[in-house]
């Protein structure tokens, strides 16, 4: 997680607001009826899209690699989440914004976690984490 | 000859570069670039100068050779270079195709480069070729990770933004590898993705 307060604040805020935008896109979209696994498939690739797109704007002000990442992560996510639920019964409004919130701010928790794994340095290029 | 098709593509990209590059990565990247860039030291050779937005950082009073493969970044750099507390020779040159003899560098600067580069493990031997023995090389790069969900990810993005420019899925440091260097450090600056690479020409092949 990056410690200064504008880009941990404002990839939280990033990543909640596309959570609940996918899940009410997919919310919009599935119905009951509609095969458990392909609309968990079909929005989790729509989820992953829309939150590449939303990375797009949210880029100029929040950074590159941790803006896409994150985004991409919870569009995929929230969609699938939604995706599954709907397919299986009807949600109201406030249920599919309560999905998407969770499923962004669950999201960037996990990447907040990832990173603080994942970075740091290694020494010679050995370390696993070493692309 | 420069490869046009990548000349082009850049040239086109340039007047919008930095609207593009956004202040945000900058601003998040800056205290790594600013530490990486503080090693700069002797004959140095900075590949991609882009339009120069990396130059407030680098340290007052280098002289240091810049080269890009577009004219166009290369003017639209031109304010920053005159703004910088020191020398840039900046050059239009493909790395694929520096005419610097062997050697003639002691370290070689790339910020956000290999995932560019057309053939980065050619390039890479063509920094290899013009630094000397124990020279060195400090990358600040984007790269593919090796971790799931991460890997596909970058996989799929790396299908649209390669029609415009970078990949986001490279094993640069493979590629340094792969090229003749010795690795000396890696440090992760963000997930295995945004990375610094520090590496060495050895001093005996």
């Known amino acids: 997680m990056d410690h200064r307060l504008y880009f941990a604040l404002g990839d939280f805020l990033a990543n909640l607001v596309v959570g609940v935008l996918v899940a009410l896109a997919v919310w919009w979209i599935v119905t009951p009826g509609w095969n458990m696994f392909v609309a968990m498939f079909a929005m989790m690739v729509l989820g992953m899209i829309l939150g590449m797109i939303a990375f797009m704007p949210i880029s100029i002000k929040l950074g590159a690699m941790e803006t896409m990442v994150p985004l991409m992560f919870t569009g995929m996510v929230s969609g699938m989440m939604m995706g599954m639920g709907e397919a299986m019964m009807t949600h109201s409004l406030a249920e599919a914004v309560g999905v998407g919130a969770v499923a962004g701010a669950g999201n960037i928790a996990f990447m907040w976690i990832a990173n603080s794994l994942l970075r740091g340095v290694t020494r010679d290029g050995k370390s696993s984490a070493d692309a | ?205």
């Open chain 2, 1 to 205: 000859m420069p490869d046009l098709v990548t000349q082009a593509k850049w040239d086109k990209i340039a007047p919008k570069f930095d609207a593009m590059a956004g202040a945000g990565a900058e601003e998040r990247w800056e205290p790594f670039k600013r530490k990486l860039f503080a090693n700069m030291d002797g004959r140095v050779l900075f590949l991609a100068l882009g339009t120069g937005l990396d130059i407030p950082v680098f340290p007052a009073g280098k002289t240091i050779t810049a080269i890009d493969i577009s004219p166009k970044m290369i003017e639209q750099a031109q304010e920053r270079i005159a703004a910088y507390d020191g020398t840039i020779d900046a050059q239009v040159m493909d790395v694929h195709e520096m005419p610097f003899a062997e050697g003639s560098f002691d370290q070689v600067f790339t910020s956000c480069t290999f995932c560019s580069v057309q053939q980065p493990v050619e390039g890479l031997k063509a920094l290899h070729r013009v630094l000397r023995p124990g020279g060195q090389l400090f990358m600040f790069e984007h790269t593919g990770s090796r971790f799931y969900p991460f890997r596909p990810m970058m996989d799929l993005m790396s299908m649209l933004t390669e029609r415009m420019g970078p990949a986001m899925n490279r094993m640069t440091t493979d590629n340094v590898r792969a090229a003749g260097f010795q690795i000396v450090e890696v440090n992760n600056v963000y997930l295995d993705v945004v990375k610094t690479i520090s590496a060495v020409k050895p001093d005996h092949e």
